[in-house]
Antibody, heavy 121, light 107 residues
């Protein structure tokens, strides 16, 4: 079964750092892009960025460039999303998802269950 | 990047047909995809490449495209279809963009 398993909920204080994970299984992890999507409380889906674990090619949405770092360790089939200094406005659910590509085809076919990040003093 | 515009909400009675639209200038050139998200759950793909249905998705879900607008149609709506629905597309480089989402209420 193809699945993405995300790390557990986090509660942090403003200014702290954080790294959450997304482990793929049931498919060739290095052959598909993994994207990250933010969903703030009561709001819609926002595209953050994406990484190709095969060569760590990474692309960021302009809204998130410089705010987060996306990385991957292909030896353990895991992608990461990290913050160096959290803000209260980072409070959200974060999803990882596998991107299915084809000729002019780009969509997210497998999603993790999400990681809740709460930032509060 | 570009924007996809959805109505914030759509309401329909059980057994009726729900239509959720998504508009964007690039949609004549790029495929659209639709996701269903129920409270507390991750999104689930219900339509890909404008009108294709993944395995396991009920036949009452269908998609269509006309110019700059794509439409998700749910025929014979059931109570379990109450959810948020998001359209998604991408630019030529593969950068994903989501619509703002539509809350479907089954009266």
């Amino acid at each position: 079964e193809v699945q993405l398993v995300q790390s557990g909920a986090e509660v942090k204080k403003p200014g702290e750092s954080l790294k959450i994970s997304c482990k793929g299984s049931g498919y060739s992890f290095t052959s598909y892009w993994i994207g990250w999507v933010r969903q703030m409380p009561g709001k819609g889906l926002e595209w953050m960025g994406i990484i190709y674990p095969g060569d760590s090619d990474t692309r960021y949405s302009p809204s998130f460039q410089g705010q987060v770092t996306i990385s991957a360790d292909k030896s353990i089939s895991t992608a990461y999303l990290q913050w160096s200094s959290l803000k209260a406005s980072d409070t959200a659910m974060y999803y990882c998802a596998r991107r299915r590509d084809g000729y002019n085809v780009y969509y997210m076919d497998v999603w993790g269950k999400g990681t809740t990040v709460t930032v509060s003093s | 990047s570009y924007e996809l515009t959805q109505p914030p909400s759509v309401s329909v009675s059980p057994g009726q047909t729900a239509r959720i639209t998504c508009s964007g200038d690039a949609l004549p050139k790029q495929y659209a995809y639709w996701y269903q998200q129920k409270p507390g759950q991750a999104p689930v793909l219900v339509i890909y490449k404008d009108s294709e249905r993944p395995s396991g998705i009920p036949e009452r879900f269908s998609g269509s495209s006309s110019g700059t607008t794509v439409t998700l149609t749910i025929s014979g709506v059931q109570a379990e279809d109450e959810a948020d629905y998001y359209c998604q597309s991408a630019d030529s480089s593969g950068t994903v963009v989501f619509g703002g989402g539509t809350k479907l209420t089954v009266l």
